[in-house]
């Protein structure tokens, strides 16, 4: 089973920065690569960063690419969302998921593909 827990998020000025955090509390964190998503008021869930672990590669969204990083510590099962240079177009809810290795690489970027979730986190931008 993976519980998915996520913390960091708040208010920040632009061009501040911010570190979301996603704990595993489950105990197959390496079973599953991790994406973090962001959703604002009327739209979808929308694709931010993932990590491939047995690949060792990271994926971003154009518009995070260079500002954003993610990262991962498999001792503490968890993962982390580095934010730099935020932009209030930066401001939404940002959630944490869990795909299957199964999955392949294609499904990183899609949330329906995602098996499990964290309970999201607010992140505001103020310009």
């Known amino acids: 089973q993976v519980q998915l827990v996520e913390s960091g998020g708040g208010l920040v000025q632009a061009g501040g920065s911010l570190r979301l955090s996603c704990a595993n509390s489950?105990?197959?964190?390496?079973?599953?690569?991790m994406g973090w998503f962001r959703q604002t008021p009327g739209t979808d869930y929308k694709f931010v960063a993932a990590?491939?672990?047995?690949?060792?590669?990271?994926y971003y969204a154009d518009s995070v690419k260079g500002r954003f990083t993610i990262s991962g510590d498999n001792a503490k099962n968890t993962v982390y969302l580095h934010m730099n240079s935020l932009k209030p177009e930066d401001t939404a809810v940002y959630y944490c998921?869990?795909?299957?290795?199964?999955?392949?690489?294609?499904?990183?970027?899609?949330?329906?593909?995602?098996?499990?979730w964290g309970q999201g986190t607010q992140v505001t931008v103020a310009s």
């Open positions: 990590i491939h672990w047995s690949a060792g590669e990271t």
């Open positions: 489950g105990r197959t964190f390496s079973d599953y690569n």
């Open positions: 998921g869990a795909v299957h290795k199964s999955r392949g690489f294609y499904a990183l970027r899609d949330w329906h593909d995602y098996n499990y």
